[in-house]
């Protein structure tokens, strides 16, 4: 059994929300300290329809089976898990004066989450 933190719950059930599409839109943008980032989370390999977003899920559902496999070996009866998102079609906006950041996919660690909120579709 792992613990997920409440803050990883809430980004998760966040990131289903805005999967789906309902109430608002797809796209979800999470606050961190050094930033916000926007993308559209994929939280199953249907959605994945690039290449290298199938990359990414194929490398995350291999350190997701060594983490498991490692944990078992110590007989703990929890795992810590800090939880994290995979998004797609992704805007990093630095605060100050950085440059934005496209890229295409990026694995968003939700323990560095201060805040998270649903983008409404653009008229």
Request: net charge neutral.
């Given at each position: 059994?792992?613990?997920?933190?409440?803050?990883?719950?809430?980004?998760?059930?966040?990131?289903?929300?805005?999967?789906?599409?309902?109430?608002?839109?797809?796209?979800?943008?999470?606050?961190?300290?050094?930033?916000?980032?926007?993308?559209?989370?994929?939280?199953?390999?249907?959605?994945?329809?690039?290449?290298?977003?199938?990359?990414?899920?194929?490398?995350?559902?291999?350190?997701?089976?060594?983490?498991?496999?490692n944990w078992r070996k110590t007989g703990a009866s929890t795992a810590p898990?800090?939880?994290?998102?995979?998004?797609?079609?992704?805007?990093?906006?630095?605060?100050?004066?950085?440059?934005?950041?496209?890229?295409?996919?990026?694995?968003?660690?939700?323990?560095?989450?201060?805040?998270?909120?649903?983008?409404?579709?653009?008229?």
């Amino acid at each position: 059994m792992q613990f997920v933190s409440l803050k990883s719950a809430i980004c998760q059930t966040f990131a289903s929300a805005a999967a789906s599409g309902r109430p608002l839109g797809r796209r979800i943008t999470f606050l961190t300290s050094a930033g916000s980032v926007t993308g559209i989370p994929v939280l199953s390999k249907s959605e994945a329809q690039d290449k290298e977003v199938n990359t990414y899920q194929n490398l995350l559902s291999d350190a997701d089976a060594a983490f498991v496999e490692n944990w078992r070996k110590t007989g703990a009866s929890t795992a810590p898990h800090d939880g994290y998102i995979l998004l797609r079609d992704v805007t990093i906006r630095p605060f100050g004066d950085t440059p934005v950041i496209k890229q295409n996919a990026l694995v968003l660690f939700t323990g560095n989450v201060n805040g998270v909120l649903l983008e409404s579709e653009q008229e």
